[in-house]
């Protein structure tokens, strides 16, 4: 076969592109789900691990944010999302639910230290400066040091969310037909692995390229916004 054959073959035979245009959906709708669910938890899991006695000792919170991180960024994510398919979702067929679950708990314990890294970096002072207002810490964290630490993590964050993109690949072990898995089953149909894992390798690439760039102006922006 000629390579315009086997274009034609996996993408305008039957309307292939269609299948391929549901498995972008898919792919996209898990990770977004997943982003928002992973900046719920790794906000609340930043301000645990930042939380100590006044004696300056971990508290609770603290021990229980550093063992989730842990065991989070210790085992793989594919296992994660089979624990979740298998284990504590087994009764569930709902499989962008049970996705988004797991990359969103996932992506939660790397957001926390996004999170945590930026509140870190905006100089103590500006605590200090706060609580000499009258603020009482939490008001000062919220009003004053939190809103200096959102510059500092949409950057890392947006990365974040591209990273949590092409880690989708893997949710067709949970069933579910994403842009990677409607490749593979294209490719079973037309006895050709190239032009339809190609074809899939570039709609990654054009998605993420989308992101990057976009991800490149905010950062401008934001840049101009401190020179002012």
């Known amino acids: 076969m000629t390579l315009n054959e086997r274009f034609i073959a996996a993408f305008v035979t039957s309307d292939r592109w269609k299948l391929y245009l549901g498995g972008l959906g898919i792919t996209l709708e898990v990770a977004v789900f997943s982003a928002l669910l992973g900046l719920l938890i790794g906000n609340v899991l930043a301000l645990m691990k930042l939380s100590y006695k006044e004696d300056g000792k971990p508290t609770v919170f603290n021990y229980i944010?550093?063992?989730?991180?842990?065991?989070?960024?210790?085992?793989?994510?594919?296992?994660?999302?089979?624990?979740?398919?298998?284990?504590?979702?087994?009764?569930?067929?709902?499989?962008?639910?049970?996705?988004?679950?797991?990359?969103?708990?996932?992506?939660g314990a790397y957001v926390a230290e996004i999170v945590r890294g930026?509140?870190?970096?905006?100089?103590?002072?500006?605590?200090?400066?706060?609580?000499?207002?009258?603020?009482?810490?939490a008001a000062t964290m919220r009003y004053i040091v939190l809103p200096q630490a959102f510059?500092?993590?949409?950057?890392?964050?947006?990365?974040?969310?591209?990273?949590?993109?092409?880690?989708?690949?893997?949710?067709?072990?949970?069933?579910?037909?994403d842009l990677t898995r409607v490749a593979n089953q294209i490719a079973s149909r037309?006895?050709?692995?190239?032009?339809?894992?190609?074809?899939?390798?570039?709609?990654?690439?054009?998605?993420?390229?989308?992101?990057?760039?976009?991800?490149?102006?905010?950062?401008?922006?934001?840049?101009?916004?401190?020179n002012r």
């Open 65 to 107: 944010a550093s063992v989730y991180i842990d065991v989070i960024r210790g085992t793989p994510s594919v296992l994660q999302l089979l624990i979740m398919w298998f284990i504590i979702m087994a009764s569930s067929n709902n499989g962008i639910l049970v996705a988004s679950l797991s990359f969103g708990i996932n992506s």
């Open 118 to 137: 930026g509140i870190l970096a905006v100089d103590k002072g500006q605590m200090e400066a706060g609580r000499s207002l009258g603020l009482s810490k």
């Open 151 to 177: 510059k500092n993590v949409i950057p890392p964050l947006g990365n974040e969310f591209i990273t949590l993109i092409k880690e989708t690949a893997i949710v067709g072990y949970v069933s579910l037909a």
């Open 190 to 226: 037309t006895y050709d692995a190239f032009m339809p894992l190609i074809g899939a390798a570039v709609i990654y690439f054009v998605i993420i390229k989308i992101l990057t760039i976009l991800l490149g102006k905010l950062e401008r922006r934001m840049r101009k916004s401190d």
